[in-house]
């Protein structure tokens, strides 16, 4: 899934856009790498717990299935809307990472999934998740693993060769060992860490093409389409769907 700056849509702006459309393909479909990060932080009945970069609520809805009295934060509004038709009882704010509104030792659990990558300031990030978790709380975080491991990687490659540009380089925390050395890097220490199967399916052509190339304009979606439908034939299924396995990498830390 790519978004890029077109058509006077970047930033939180672009998430927002798109919200509706993440929500029914790439968030959905991450909720078993969520399950994994509260199965690991134990998070249940009466955990406060604060979900950073929440975006449509996915995880606080599971954590609030538990139990848990649940929060979060996005600085996209079109993402926060969706988060709190889902998950009602959660205190949502319009934030980003660097500056959370909740006072010092707020939160049993602070989680974090696909948001720190965001985040302009590492140092200060941390620090603010620091700053809100209470004295033997938790920090979970996790993020997509490197591109060989998802299936989304060999067409996303596809797409950026047909589209002139270089294939992304897997970022450190993405690759094994990587959230352990960055939690503990930030003075974390780390007590569990793990891998999450993520797989993720699609009943047709246009379904694939419109979740890899979510946020694209018609003329992107006509050129590239075919592209990504070539890449995702080892993944097509008997019925004509397409079925890809993913994997996220998660990380539970003790502050």
Known sequence: MRIREHGGVSGEDAWSAVAAGWA????????????????????????????????????????ADRGARVAGCDPA?????????????????????????????SFDVVTAVNALAFAEDEEAAFAELRRVLAPGGRLGIANWAEHAANDRGAIEAAV??????????????????????????????????GIA???????????????????????????????????AAPFRTASGGYRLMNRFRWAVAGS
């Open 77 to 105: 509004s079109g993402m926060l809307a969706l988060a709190r038709r889902s998950v009602p009882v959660a205190d949502l704010r319009d934030a980003g990472t660097e500056d959370l509104p909740w006072p010092e030792g």
């Open 160 to 193: 950026a060769e047909a589209d002139g540009e270089e294939p992304s380089p897997d970022p450190p925390e993405r690759l094994s060992g990587g959230l352990e050395r960055l939690l503990g890097e930030q003075e974390f220490a780390v007590e569990i860490a």
């Open 197 to 231: 199967e993520v797989p993720w399916t699609a009943p047709d052509d246009a379904a694939l093409i419109g979740a890899v190339l979510l946020g694209e304009d018609a003329s992107v979606l006509r050129e590239l389409g075919p592209v990504v439908v070539a890449a």
């Open 24 to 63: 029914a393909t790439w968030g959905v479909a991450s909720v078993p790498a969520h399950a994994a990060l509260l199965d690991a932080a134990d998070v249940g009945a009466g955990t406060r717990l604060l979900d950073v970069g929440c975006g449509s609520g996915e995880l606080l809805r599971l954590a």
